[in-house]
């Protein structure tokens, strides 16, 4: 893979981080409309639709790294793997538990966390991590898989999974809303959606896609955007429910597909500068700024909350920017220091094996 691509890839992974920050800024402030101003709620849901394809492109990303390596034995891809991601995901939800206890007054207890832990309980936005250490187990079989396809067959497969998963998926949440309930006995688990999000990635990345389809592209892309807000109307009952908006949905697959073609035609630098240098480093620390973002979100709207009564959607709107900004850079400096961290211990390590 070329140094071109991989800073495409780099950059996409930035920006979908830093809009995984926003979707859940924008939560709270669209869990405040819901119940009392439908319009302006529909506003920053409408709004919140063009956040929507960072997590199907960083299953993508995924798929272009992971699924365009060679295979290797799988006790070596276990041990190189599974650690980098279980370990800190462990440690995370250690510390998530005892904030969240902590928060509510509650006492700990090791049988609440680990029953917590494995039923997935701990914090909401962790669920991604279990998804995708389910997906990083199986990675090495769907190497081989789409290693092994052609262009077509790859292409049909990811259709297939698409109708299946999400159409099928929506179009039962849709239906079930109104007592209709259609599809639920063909539509495959949530994972397949995630896991065809990795062949997406590959196949984009792999092959190339025509100036006409980019544009079709583009247009069912504005088309889908706009049908979220539309969708979550329809769909809504009582409290707020993201299901139309999450990555087993049908709405935010294409914008994330066009996303990714258009980082990979236009995000291209001949030369190198500083801005080529800080790409990569902020796109290593994406894991952790995903773990920890929330935790500085409450934090610092909880301590705003204190200084700043908004009085309105322009003032809400100014605060939803300002959390977002802050939480995202104060996430990204964490983030760089436990890099930073891990990198230096891996360095120590090394130097003790050398000597022994």
């Given at each position: 893979m070329n140094k071109k691509r991989e800073?495409?890839?780099?950059?996409?992974?930035?920006i979908a981080i830093f809009l995984v920050v926003v979707i859940h800024v924008m939560a709270l402030y669209r869990d405040k409309y819901f119940y009392t101003n439908g319009k302006y709620y529909a506003l920053?849901?409408?709004?919140?639709?063009?956040?929507r394809i960072a997590v199907p492109i960083f299953?993508?990303?995924?798929?272009?790294?992971?699924?365009?390596?060679?295979?290797?034995?799988?006790?070596?891809?276990?041990?190189?793997?599974?650690?980098?991601?279980?370990?800190?995901?462990?440690?995370?939800?250690?510390?998530?538990?005892?904030?969240?206890c902590n928060k509510v007054g509650a006492s700990l207890s090791i049988k609440d966390f680990i029953l917590a832990f494995l039923n997935g309980s701990i914090k909401y936005h962790l669920w991604y991590m279990y998804a995708i250490i389910l997906i990083y187990l199986i990675i090495p079989f769907l190497q081989v898989l789409v290693q092994n396809l052609d262009r077509?067959?790859?292409?049909?497969?990811?259709?297939?999974?698409?109708?299946?998963?999400?159409?099928?998926?929506?179009?039962?949440?849709?239906?079930?809303?109104?007592?209709?309930?259609?599809?639920?006995?063909?539509?495959?688990?949530?994972?397949?959606?995630?896991?065809?999000?990795?062949?997406?990635?590959?196949?984009?990345?792999?092959?190339?896609?025509?100036?006409n389809k980019r544009r079709v592209l583009g247009i069912l892309s504005i088309i889908c955007i706009c049908m979220i807000p539309v969708a979550d109307h329809f769909f809504v009952d009582g409290s707020r429910n993201d299901e139309m908006l999450v990555v087993t949905s049908i709405f935010p697959i294409i914008p994330a597909v066009f996303?990714?073609?258009?980082?990979?035609?236009?995000?291209?630098?001949?030369?190198?500068?500083?801005?080529?240098?800080?790409?990569?480093?902020?796109?290593?620390?994406?894991?952790?700024?995903?773990?920890?973002?929330?935790?500085?979100?409450?934090?610092?709207?909880?301590?705003?909350?204190k200084h700043w009564i908004s009085d309105g959607l322009k003032q809400d709107i100014l605060r939803i920017i300002l959390v977002t900004i802050v939480s995202f850079i104060v996430s990204v400096l964490i983030s760089y220091l436990i890099v930073t961290i891990q990198s230096l211990i891996k360095k120590l390590v090394l130097k003790k094996q050398e000597k022994k």
């Amino acid at each position: 893979m070329n140094k071109k691509r991989e800073l495409y890839s780099d950059i996409l992974k930035i920006i979908a981080i830093f809009l995984v920050v926003v979707i859940h800024v924008m939560a709270l402030y669209r869990d405040k409309y819901f119940y009392t101003n439908g319009k302006y709620y529909a506003l920053l849901t409408f709004v919140d639709s063009f956040t929507r394809i960072a997590v199907p492109i960083f299953f993508m990303i995924t798929g272009t790294f992971m699924l365009s390596k060679t295979t290797e034995k799988y006790s070596d891809y276990f041990k190189k793997r599974i650690p980098k991601l279980l370990i800190p995901f462990f440690l995370i939800s250690i510390f998530y538990y005892i904030y969240e206890c902590n928060k509510v007054g509650a006492s700990l207890s090791i049988k609440d966390f680990i029953l917590a832990f494995l039923n997935g309980s701990i914090k909401y936005h962790l669920w991604y991590m279990y998804a995708i250490i389910l997906i990083y187990l199986i990675i090495p079989f769907l190497q081989v898989l789409v290693q092994n396809l052609d262009r077509k067959k790859l292409l049909y497969l990811i259709i297939i999974i698409f109708i299946l998963s999400n159409v099928f998926n929506t179009t039962y949440l849709l239906t079930n809303r109104y007592e209709y309930g259609m599809l639920k006995a063909f539509t495959l688990p949530n994972i397949f959606s995630h896991i065809n999000c990795l062949f997406i990635g590959y196949y984009l990345h792999k092959y190339e896609i025509s100036k006409n389809k980019r544009r079709v592209l583009g247009i069912l892309s504005i088309i889908c955007i706009c049908m979220i807000p539309v969708a979550d109307h329809f769909f809504v009952d009582g409290s707020r429910n993201d299901e139309m908006l999450v990555v087993t949905s049908i709405f935010p697959i294409i914008p994330a597909v066009f996303s990714y073609l258009f980082a990979k035609e236009y995000f291209k630098f001949k030369k190198e500068t500083i801005f080529t240098k800080i790409i990569p480093i902020i796109s290593s620390c994406t894991l952790y700024i995903y773990m920890i973002h929330v935790y500085i979100i409450e934090k610092f709207e909880k301590d705003l909350s204190k200084h700043w009564i908004s009085d309105g959607l322009k003032q809400d709107i100014l605060r939803i920017i300002l959390v977002t900004i802050v939480s995202f850079i104060v996430s990204v400096l964490i983030s760089y220091l436990i890099v930073t961290i891990q990198s230096l211990i891996k360095k120590l390590v090394l130097k003790k094996q050398e000597k022994k």
